[in-house]
């Protein structure tokens, strides 16, 4: 069920309150056009209406998935450890096998919501995002700055992603095989890794301690074959 909520947010730039209307839950199945907008990157502008002021009004919301079983909690700002462990699964025991993520930007919302819908793991994906990251600045010699998964095609074989370099408004197009995504897998699982009952932080942060776990591995025929990121990084069209 979506829920919302009214709230006075005063105008940086006149001054004046602006009563606004805060979805701090969204079901994809019952608002269609909030998931719409999240896609699109408009669901947090705010203008005012008495001086047009315009800016991002990033707030606490919880976007819940029910037929893909999937919740991501947007927490702007913060980090996994500003959550109070609340044992979800264990007081609320209808959520057990819905995965649970918490964000901390609409971009990384977004992200979520892409890699859930298309079937796939994001322990996965943030592996192959940090491999091709990782060959992206050691090829062109920049610094990236964020990356994030786009698309996925099955049947061409391919997964998308967007990279910004650091200093650049204009992003890189890079793609992986499917086949560089399953190689990530077989490294989570080689780490043994589970999100737990809470919600959890799977971020660049996470695939970094995994990577780092993985090559401190004893050596058996799959990690003498993949001692680093899984990284693919074509150019997507």
């Known amino acids: 069920m979506s829920t919302q909520v009214n709230k ?34 408009t669901f947090f502008d705010w203008q005012c209406p008495h001086c047009g002021y315009q800016a991002e009004l990033v707030y606490p919301c919880l976007y819940h998935d029910k037929a893909r079983k999937f919740m991501v909690y947007l927490v702007p700002e913060g980090n996994e450890k500003d959550l109070k462990k609340v044992n979800v699964d264990e007081r609320f025991p209808q959520l057990h096998d819905v995965k649970k993520r918490v964000v901390v930007s609409p971009m990384e919302l977004k992200e979520k919501i892409l890699v859930f819908e298309a079937g796939l793991d994001d322990v996965g994906i943030e592996l192959v995002k940090a491999g091709i990251a990782a060959a992206v600045e050691e090829k062109n010699g920049v610094s990236v700055e964020a990356g994030c998964f786009c698309f996925a095609d099955p049947q061409g074989d391919r997964i998308g992603f967007l990279f910004f370099p650091e200093g650049s408004n204009q992003p890189m197009k890079k793609a992986a095989r499917l086949f560089t995504y399953e ?14 009952e809470d919600f959890a932080r799977v971020d660049g942060l996470l695939a970094a301690r995994l990577l780092e776990q993985y090559q401190r591995l004893p050596a058996t025929p799959a990690t003498e074959n993949s001692s680093s990121a899984p990284a693919d990084g074509g150019d997507a069209s």
Not at 13 to 23: A, E, F, I, L, S
Not at 183 to 196: R, V
């Open 8 to 41: 006075d947010v005063c105008c940086p730039q006149c001054g004046k309150p602006v009563r606004t209307k805060m979805w701090t839950g969204i079901s994809a199945q019952t608002e269609p056009e909030m998931r719409a907008r999240i896609l699109d990157e």
């Open 183 to 196: 190689k990530a897998m077989e490294i989570a699982k080689e780490c043994k890794f589970t999100p737990g």
